[in-house]
Every structure is written in structure tokens, then in C-alpha cells.
Nanobody, 116 residues
Framework: QVQFVESGGGLVQPGGSMRLSCTASGSIFDMYYMGWYRQVPGKPRELVAIVTRAGTTTIVDSVKGRFAASRDNAKNTLFLEMKNLLEEDTAVYYC??????????WGQGTQVTVSS
């Protein structure tokens, strides 16, 4: 069982940048696909980025060109670099395997608020 701890969120103005981190309590090496997700109140959690063990990424269209994901398998850590942030990027951001495994525990997420 692996637990995740997300960090790096906060308040940023539209057009700003932010870097999120996610550290796993155990090895992520065996999780070939890792994902960044986000959720706003009243809506289901959505996947925004996938990063493979080798570092290849898939970014959803709504954030393509603005978000970049990476991982450090040796440190069991994922990163999400966000730039040109929009108010609609406001959400709680989480990481997990992709798709999420039942034995993994979602973290509390990190709140990103984009507002002037």
C-alpha cells in the first residue's frame, strides 16, 4: 500500500506559475503510469497528466502547453510544473497511479487557487 503527499499549492495570480510535488510512501517504480489529477467541489476528479516510468508524458488538451509532468523514481516523487495559470485551473491537485490502484491511498491533495 502506498500513500501520497502532495505539496506546493497556494494562491497565484492569473498568468503565474507554480510547481507541485507529490511524494509516495513507497516505491513508484512499479507504477508504470503515474498521474496528476485535480478536483473542484461538486465535480469528479479529473486526470490532467500522465507520466510513464521512462518519463514520457501525456497532457490533457485543457492544460496542454501550460502543464508539464515529470517524476524522479529514485526519490518516489512526481512533479507538475504549471505556467500561464488560469482561474479555471483552481482545484485541489492529487497524484496517484494511472489508473488509480485500490491498494493506494489518496493524499489530501494540495489546493491551487488562481485569482487576482
Amino acid at each position: 500500500q502506498v500513500q501520497f503527499v502532495e505539496s506546493g499549492g497556494g494562491l497565484v495570480q492569473p498568468g503565474g506559475s507554480m510547481r507541485l510535488s507529490c511524494t509516495a510512501s513507497g516505491s513508484i517504480f512499479d507504477m508504470y503510469y503515474m498521474g496528476w489529477y485535480r478536483q473542484v467541489p461538486g465535480k469528479p476528479r479529473e486526470l490532467v497528466a500522465i507520466v510513464t516510468r521512462a518519463g514520457t508524458t501525456t497532457i490533457v488538451d485543457s492544460v496542454k502547453g501550460r502543464f508539464a509532468a515529470s517524476r524522479d523514481n529514485a526519490k518516489n516523487t512526481l512533479f507538475l510544473e504549471m505556467k500561464n495559470l488560469l482561474e479555471e485551473d483552481t482545484a485541489v491537485y492529487y497524484c496517484n497511479s494511472s489508473p488509480p490502484k485500490p491498494e493506494n491511498t489518496w493524499g489530501q491533495g494540495t489546493q491551487v487557487t488562481v485569482s487576482s
